[in-house]
């Protein structure tokens, strides 16, 4: 009986998605795997931007393994498509990177009515690893990884007022957003351990690094610190995208825990295990926030609890 050699390949090849893939971390993410022959999905919101991406990485990894998927994170509708793109394609998924983000922009609510950099960073994430969860193989090498940032520590959620309807200050909806994005990393480790999966959930952050998220930042203000703070607590974004790496690739890497640089403030270097903030570990806050999400973007875990 003739063998289809090519399908029992694909049936073995490990497959992964970065969201915001054609920027800054998310580049350089998706070119590593890219280069450890890993098949990477592209989840952008601009074709023309995947595109540019997807031929640059190709130039360094020419056997790489690239694939487009429109995803706009910060409208629910567009979520759903991708995911069921997605599923048209593959039925497995072993690395997801919950990475693409906004910072400070001027207050927006999106077309679901979500306050913008809760949508974009949080829920747009939190929905698309729903509709997901299901095709991770239950190996500890599967695995979730979500962007948090040394933002998380200052950052508090506001159960009551999570869209910031009443009062918006885009700083601390930022750090809302990346609290919130810690959260439900390890948040979706106790309920997959609960279930029994090994699959693992977790989160990182890459320090500071130069890139287009600080683009709603006043640009004399950041030339002013390029010359003085600046050189002691950001890094290259091909260093600052290790802790992703390990999060999401390393053997030794767990599920519930936040990785990061070691160095200066947490800054930068070389990565390992980083500090959470006491109120990431808010059990009941946590709870509250989970069941916030799901209600508000019909996101449905399979009835993890
Ligand atoms: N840079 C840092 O110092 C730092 C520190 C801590 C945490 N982080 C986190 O790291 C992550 C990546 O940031 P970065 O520094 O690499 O910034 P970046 O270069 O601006 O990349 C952000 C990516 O997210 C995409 N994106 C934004 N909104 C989206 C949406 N609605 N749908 C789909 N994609 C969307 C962007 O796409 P477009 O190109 O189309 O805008 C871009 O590809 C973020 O979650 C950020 O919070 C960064």
């Not at 350089?28 to 890993?38: P, T, V």
């Not at 910072?103 to 077309?111: G, N, Q, R, S, V």
């Not at 030339?223 to 290790?242: E, H, R």
Request: proline share 5%; with cysteine.
């Amino acid at each position: 009986m003739a063998v289809n050699l090519e399908n029992k390949i694909d049936r073995f090849e490990r497959v992964a998605i970065v969201t915001g893939a054609n920027s800054g971390l998310g580049y350089e993410a998706a070119l590593a795997m890219s280069q450890r022959g890993l098949r990477v999905v592209l989840a952008c919101r601009s074709p023309e931007k995947a595109e540019t991406a997807r031929r640059s990485i190709l130039e360094v990894v020419p056997q790489g393994k690239l694939e487009l998927l429109p995803l706009d994170l910060k409208k629910m509708a567009s979520v759903r498509s991708a995911a069921a793109e997605f599923r048209r394609r593959h039925d497995r998924l072993d690395v997801l990177v919950n990475n693409a983000g906004i910072m400070y922009p001027p207050y927006a609510k999106t077309e679901d009515g979500f306050e913008s950099q809760m949508a974009s960073n949080c829920f747009g994430h939190f929905l698309l690893t729903a509709l997901l969860i299901d095709l991770f193989p239950d190996t500890p090498a599967s695995r979730i990884t979500w962007l948090s940032s040394s933002a998380h520590k200052s950052g508090k959620i506001n159960l009551d007022d999570i869209n910031s309807e009443r009062r918006y200050s885009k700083v601390a909806s930022y750090g809302q957003s990346k609290l919130a994005c810690l959260m439900y990393a390890l948040e979706l480790d106790r309920r997959l351990k609960n279930a029994g999966k090994q699959i693992r959930s977790n989160s990182a952050h890459p320090g500071g690094v130069i890139s287009g998220l600080s683009r709603n930042m006043s640009q004399t203000a950041l030339q002013l610190m390029k010359y003085t703070i600046l050189p002691f607590v950001t890094q290259p974004a091909a260093a600052g995208v290790l802790p992703i790496l390990e999060a999401a690739l390393a053997p030794s890497a767990e599920g519930g825990r936040y990785y990061g640089p070691q160095g200066f403030l947490e800054m930068k270097g070389p990565s390992g295990r980083a500090t959470i903030a006491k109120q990431a570990l808010d059990r009941d806050v946590s709870e509250k926030l989970w069941q916030l999400s799901e209600r508000l973007t019909g996101a449905n875990y399979h009835g993890m609890t």
